[in-house]
């Protein structure tokens, strides 16, 4: 049984017109020896070879390796073919210039699942059996022709094939070294069928055991040169072909990129350049992002400080019915009257201990949402300085924030405010000034609100007795020291004929004495800073929770609070109470009425606003008019604005980024192309040996991470570097510090995208490269 049969093989080629290469051939060869095959230029040897080295198709007859029909073959078996039956010899040598003599004769075993060990050590035996021991670790451009040759049969017999294809392997070498590789040839050819196209028709017949010519793709002669076949050294054994799931491995496919890439060191620097610009607007984005939404976060918080959502109970004009559709900018010529009344009413919101625990309840159901709830309380609080010569009794509201009530007093008075129980808040836009300045814990222990200028109204001086010809004072003057003493209600207000009446001038020493009582000692001093709004708290005195409660608490069970609950006329003066609200106010100012007068909200953003104003709502659903609990919302306008600005600086970041992210795209995808058009040459000769075209897909696919690596870190460096201008024009022109960065996240998340972008970018060129036809690919010049 012969080693290989063809049966009228047929092939032509359709570009334009037809061109009948090969023209029913029918031919049989032996398990050894050497073949020449020669003819003119033209005359179909080459496809023939293809043909036999299933590299190319025929169209019609039947090719049989040991007995077996090719007919039915799938690319894969045609690959497992080429692999491990085939050995190609071209005229050119065919050899990949960025991988060294010994990577490749390696390469020719990274289709066949050879280890890594296996590889090298048959690489070497092939390169010694053609005396090219020394040469391994060359590329093949430091080579003589002869050389390359060589290197070129040493990867056709690594993979032991049966049989040798060898196209004019001296067509390009002078008589000396030609007839070295047709030496080694002839070696080969007593244990190989070595099948040789060439020119030459002396070395054909000095060397060749048959001759076979061709003219316009038919036999015209077939002469065997050796009578006595019987002295070749003939071989039994054949290998049985088995279709191999055996691939290149990944590491292969980077080692062949990386290698090109490291052949093309500037080139693959500029592309990379190229795709790493689009990277940089990236990153530039993801590094501003972050700063600026927390700056944004930041910004907004401190503008809700000013316009919190307010409940009171008394609400001059809630809305009633639908206000009219009024168009904005009329162009007719009119002038309307508005009368708010039609669409607004005074409301009285009815605030039940159910409502304050639904209140209460926002930090559960909307965590993190508001930055402080504010009760107003309107109780009274008894305070007396301490300076004997300049006794003032004052008698304090404890307000939250901005008590209405006592409004009137205007800024710079020293009405107590409450310190909201989160303080993150607060620090965000207070500075704790002076030494040993420190927030309060606990009931006895105060802040002082100064503005910008270190300023507190002389009012303040006022009432604590220190009023003299000094203008300024230390810190630390009041820092640690104690300003007044809160004298709770049954010390303060002593019983007289059945009245309580408010203390006068004479009083002041009983209560100055009086045993009972807390003495407010500033602990720190808080100042706005530089670009907050800070105008949460006014200037004055902060207290905590823990102090309005204790005077809660203390005033619900005092004598002069009991009595007043049990009369209906004024505890302190025996006169009628002018009116039911006058009353009302009594009762919350001696202690009796618990609830407080209003409520105020402070939301973390508008976004959070919103969400409670929605929670809000909630509460109202189904309610009747009179049991709805109506609210203001302070920040109206600003949300409009802001909150479009803030949407559009978004956009604008967002389309930046695409716009970026395009161009790098589009940038590697053409940087891929040019690489497979390039590298055409590279993708016949790995499909020479046996290479797949997922193979094929996997090397450029490999090359595209790399560069898409190499693009991301070029990217992410040249950001680092162009943040540190970015942050110093931002903190000159806005003030606000660091605001773009790049963080190990973001780093890495860059680096993925980059090459998640890159492998997008360069599929299609991968699969164009995969798609190449291994017969043309292999005369595309180079
Ligand atoms: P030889 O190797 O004997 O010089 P070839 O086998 O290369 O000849 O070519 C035989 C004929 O087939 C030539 O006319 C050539 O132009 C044509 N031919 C070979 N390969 C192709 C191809 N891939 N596309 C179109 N025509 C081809
Ligand atoms: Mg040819």
Known sequence: MSKLYLEKINKSYRIGETVHAVKGISLSFDECGLVSIIGPSGCGKTTLLNIIGGLDRYDEGNLSVDGNSTKEYSDADWDAYRSSCIGFVFQNYNLIPHLSVLQNV?????????????????????????????????????????????????????????IILADEPTGALDSGTGLRVMEILKEISKTKLVIMVTHNIDLAKDYSTRMIELLDGEVVADDCLVEDKSTLDKRKSSKKLESKKCFMSPLVAFTLSFQNILMKKSRTFFTALAGGIGIIGVALVLALSGGLSSYMGGMQSDALSGYPITITT????????????????????????????????????????????????????????????????????????????????????????????????????????VMPEHTD???????????????????????????????????????????????????????????????????????????????????????????????????????????AA????????????????????????????????????????????????????????????????????????????????????????????????????????????????????????????????????????????????????EIGILRSIGARKRDITNVFEAEALIIGFIAGAIGIFISAV????????????????????LGPVQIILLLLGSMTLTLVAGFIPARLAAKKDPVTALRTLE
């Not at 201008?725 to 003030?735: E, H, K, S, V």
Request: charged share 25%; proline share 4%; hydrophobic share 40%.
């Open 106 to 162: 390696e390469l020719a075993m990274s289709f066949s699942g050879v280890g890594v060990e296996e590889k090298k050590r048959k690489a070497e035996e092939a390169l010694r059996k053609v005396g090219l021991e020394s040469m391994m670790e060359k590329r093949p451009n430091q080579l003589s022709g002869g050389q390359a040759q060589r290197v070129a049969i040493a990867r056709a017999l690594v993979n032991d094939p049966d």
């Open 722 to 741: 162009l943040i540190i201008p970015i942050n110093a024009i931002i903190l000159q022109t806005a003030g606000v510090a660091n605001i773009a960065s």
């Open 534 to 681: 800070g105008n949460y708290f006014n200037e004055g005195v902060v207290c905590t929770t823990a102090l309005t409660k204790w005077v809660q608490s203390q005033a619900e069970t005092s004598k002069v609070a009991l009595e007043q609950a049990a009369v209906d006329y004024d505890i302190h003066t025996g006169q009628p109470f002018e009116d039911d609200e006058a009353r009302a106010k009594q009762m919350r100012r001696i202690g009796v009425d618990p609830m407080p007068t209003s409520i105020d909200i402070y939301s973390v953003n508008f976004n959070a606003n919103d969400m409670i104003m929605l929670y809000l709502d909630v509460w109202n659903a189904g309610k009747t008019e009179n049991e709805q609990v109506v609210y203001t919302n302070n920040a109206t306008t600003l949300t409009s604005v802001t909150g479009s600005l803030i949407s559009s600086v978004y956009y604008a970041l967002i389309i930046f980024a695409c716009i970026s992210l395009a161009v790098s795209g589009l940038m590697i995808a053409i940087i891929t192309y040019v690489s497979v058009v390039e590298r055409t040459k």
């Open 314 to 417: 008394e609400l001059e004009n809630a809305p009633n019915g639908t206000k009219p559709d009024y168009v904005r900018y009329p162009d007719a010529d009119v002038l309307y009257k508005d009368d708010e009344s039609e669409y607004t009413t005074p409301h009285t919101n009815v605030l039940t201990q159910e409502y304050l625990d639904y209140i209460a309840d926002i930090e559960n159901v909307l965590p993190g949402s508001a930055n402080a709830i504010a009760y107003s309380r309107g109780i009274r609080l008894n305070l007396i300085n301490l300076v004997p010569e300049k006794r003032v009794v004052d008698n304090q509201f404890i307000t939250s924030n901005v008590d209405k009530e006592v409004g009137v007093m205007g800024m710079g008075s020293t009405y107590m405010q």
């Open 425 to 531: 808040f607060l620090m965000a836009q207070y500075d704790l000034i002076g030494e040993e300045s420190r927030l309060p814990s606990k009931e006895n222990e105060v802040l002082l609100v100064v503005d910008e200028y270190n300023q507190m109204d002389v009012d303040f001086f006022n009432k604590l007795g220190i009023s003299n010809s000094i203008n300024e004072y230390k810190l630390t003057d009041f820092v640690g020291s104690a300003i007044a003493k809160v004298i709770p209600n049954d010390e303060f207000f002593t019983e007289k004929d059945g009245l309580y009446p408010i203390p006068d001038t004479k009083d002041y020493d009983r209560l100055a004495e009086s045993s009972d009582g807390i003495y407010l000692t500033v602990v720190g001093i808080l100042r706005p800073k530089a670009n």
